[in-house]
């Protein structure tokens, strides 16, 4: 590890930190509205089970919460000891962001102290319920502004470069740039999916152990309801994002989707291999969908690889990326949809109870959507090399040439390690055989029987 150089250690090691801060990141900007769902579920139906839903999800959330905070703070300190140059150079471009990062996150961290701390203090539930909204806002905020610094990476505007340093800086046309609306939405979506599939899988799991509660089924319903709602949100905002790549970023198309030579009624190329001439072998060609992608319409023009020059092009590994991302996200759609499907057919075609089979497929969308997200980031920044901000900085131009990276490595590698394995144990203590009927009766809420 050692005999590496410094860039590299340095990319492993920002790659090693996002990759466990983004799922701690998403599940911080989903949770809470699952929280508030549940909540506001429980208030219009008044039931209390789905009160209980809320608190339950709301003590998870405060672990999570705890670990994205050190693994977020991993981040800004790798940004100042790993990448000195691109801080120096293009610092204060996206200084504006990350300050407001900072103050939305104290807004979410505020109210979610009050919102635990006022379970039954108000005669209605309604004014509880408001105190979420903050934590909501605060948590959507800061997954904005973080993603508008890396939207800036992509597609830098709002400032001049004089003597290697961005001056002049606007930092609103900075912020506001094209790939501010494509990455901002579909980190949104894909976060309020990620939490939407987890909170159903751990609703699955129960049922599959055989426990019988109402309440369990509930939450199913709700969970997988929403699953499908964002699932598919996030596949459309997928489209426009496609579109997005095709204007800005075509060098990252066309690798994504090996297209070599600049064509109207471009083919979409899926899975495959690349033989020792280049030339694609084994794969399903989809006619004229490129060009669809791209421009919505088969006489687009879609610009190839050849177009760039070969030290500028994207590596072409992350043509499975994409493939296998676009597949998990027709799964995240399609199992959610089977559920929903089933449970509006007659009684005798839907029979009774949940099929095995159905369960462990709601079981598995929390770990496809998390597998989902991080291909999705793997997919951006990959895909953006080899620039760390397009067109104006390399990669290699921008990291430290500290010897020292590799024992950073280790360490920090060694606190991921302990922080998600913590995180699990807790979170299985918080939860492991407990009794819905018992926890209601336990806080006084009224219908304690779990039926």
């Known amino acids: 590890m050692m005999s590496l150089d410094p860039v590299t250690l340095s990319r492993i090691l920002t790659g090693v930190t996002l990759f466990v801060h983004i799922i701690f990141a998403s599940v911080g900007v989903g949770i809470p509205m699952m929280i508030a769902l549940a909540e506001w579920r429980g208030i219009v139906t008044n039931d209390p089970q789905y009160t209980l839903l809320a608190r339950r ?169 929403a699953s499908f709602v964002f699932a598919l949100s996030t596949a459309v905002i997928g489209d426009f994002s496609g579109k997005f790549l095709a204007q800005y970023q075509p060098e990252k198309l066309a690798a994504a989707e090996w297209h070599f030579r600049t064509m109207e009624r471009a083919p979409l190329i899926y899975g495959g291999v690349l033989d020792e001439h280049g030339e694609v072998k084994y794969a399903l060609e989809i006619p004229y969908a490129l060009s669809v992608l791209a421009g919505s319409s088969p006489d687009t023009k879609v610009i190839g690889l050849e177009e760039f020059p070969e030290d500028e092009r994207p590596p072409l590994l992350i043509h499975y990326m994409f493939d296998l991302k676009v597949t998990i996200g027709m799964l995240l759609v399609l199992i959610p949809f089977l559920f929903l499907l089933r449970k509006r057919l007659p009684g005798k075609l839907r029979g009774k109870g949940y099929p095995k089979w159905l ?54 590698i060694v606190l991921y390690i302990i922080l998600c394995v913590s995180c699990i144990y807790v979170l299985a203590k918080l939860f492991r055989n407990k009794d819905v009927a018992e926890e209601m009766k336990e806080l006084g809420i009224a219908g304690g029987d779990g039926k």
Do not use: C
């Open 57 to 225: 999800w709301a003590r998870g959330f405060v672990i999570s919460v705890a670990i994205g905070v050190v693994t977020g703070t991993s981040i800004g300190l790798q940004l100042s000891l790993l990448w000195p140059t691109f801080m120096r150079v293009a610092g204060r471009a996206i200084a504006l962001p990350l300050f407001m990062e900072t103050f939305a996150f104290f807004i979410e961290a505020i109210f979610l102290g009050i919102y635990l701390y006022t379970w039954d203090r108000f005669r209605k539930p309604i004014y509880h319920l408001l105190l979420l909204v903050p934590v909501a806002i605060g948590s959507s905020a800061s997954a904005f502004f973080i993603t508008t610094m890396n939207a800036f990476m992509n597609t830098p505007q709002g400032f001049t470069l004089k003597n290697g340093v961005f001056a002049d800086v606007q930092p609103l046309v900075a912020m506001f740039n094209p790939a501010t609306p494509t990455k901002v939405s579909h980190v949104l979506a894909s976060s309020y999916t990620l939490s939407a599939g987890l909170l159903a899988g751990i609703a699955a799991f129960s049922l599959l152990r055989g426990r019988k509660e109402a309440y369990f089924k509930k939450a199913l319903k709700l969970t997988v309801t």
């Open 359 to 412: 369960l462990l497929g709601i079981v598995a969308l929390g770990p496809l959507a998390m597998t989902a997200i991080e291909l999705g980031w793997m997919f951006a920044e990959f895909g953006r090399q080899p620039w760390i901000v397009r067109g104006y900085m390399k990669v290699s131009e921008a990291a430290t040439s500290s010897e020292h990276v590799g024992s950073m490595l280790i360490l920090f």
